[in-house]
């Protein structure tokens, strides 16, 4: 019977994380035909400071054993391209006075992910060497970057070495709807199929 690893405690998912990035069949894009190297780490939410420590640790035990690791967080990345920007002190002046969705509007027009978001990720990977990048930070900048949107889009800039996106929630697949990114268990509309869900996947 196979065994749920997505279900498991964080120490045993984070043991099937550990093996199987570091193992060839991953490193070298091994049994995904033509598909883009994109995985899906799905987790409950309110596991959110367990699995920012279990990125951390296995940024750690991987650089040890010689796999380098680029991790990007996005919400650090829009604080650091709008603080680039000069946008940041107006964020701040005019937050109080929008509205939810004028605000929106506002950051999705700033961080806007072909021109801006994508561009900035690329350059990241220009500076430093790396075997794998990870990404996190899908819920820190809900709603004004979406995570399919951020996959559609780097589905040319990143597809030669595997990616890793931490997500707060689950990575679903039926015959009848397709995939889904369920941001938080609950938003259900963010549709990207073209990611393998980590957890399913074995040596």
Not at 128 to 143: H, I, N, Q, R
Request: charged share 25%; with cysteine; glycine share 4%.
């Amino acid at each position: 019977m196979n065994v749920d690893i997505a279900n498991q405690p964080i120490a045993e998912r984070f043991k099937h994380l550990q093996k199987f990035i570091s193992s060839e069949h991953f490193l070298k894009k091994r049994g995904i035909d033509n598909e883009v190297p994109f995985y899906i780490c799905p987790y409950k939410p309110q596991e959110g400071v367990e699995m920012l420590r279990l990125q951390k640790q296995l940024v750690s035990t991987l650089s040890q054993s010689g796999v380098r690791i680029l991790a990007i967080c996005l919400y650090d990345l829009a604080v650091e391209i709008l603080k680039e920007n000069e946008d940041w002190e107006w964020y701040l002046n005019e937050e109080p006075d929008m509205t939810k969705e004028e605000l929106k509007e506002e950051l999705q027009s700033i961080l806007d992910i072909e021109t801006v978001m994508v561009p900035a990720i690329a350059e990241k990977m220009k500076q430093k060497a790396f075997d794998v990048m990870f990404l996190s930070g899908v819920g820190e900048v809900f709603p004004y970057i979406r995570s399919h949107n951020v996959l559609n889009n780097l589905q040319t800039t990143a597809k030669n070495h595997p990616m890793v996106m931490f997500f707060p929630g689950e990575y679903t697949y039926s015959a009848e709807s397709g995939a889904s990114l369920d941001l938080f268990g609950r938003l259900r509309d963010d549709k990207y199929y073209r990611a393998f869900n980590i957890f399913h996947c074995q040596i």
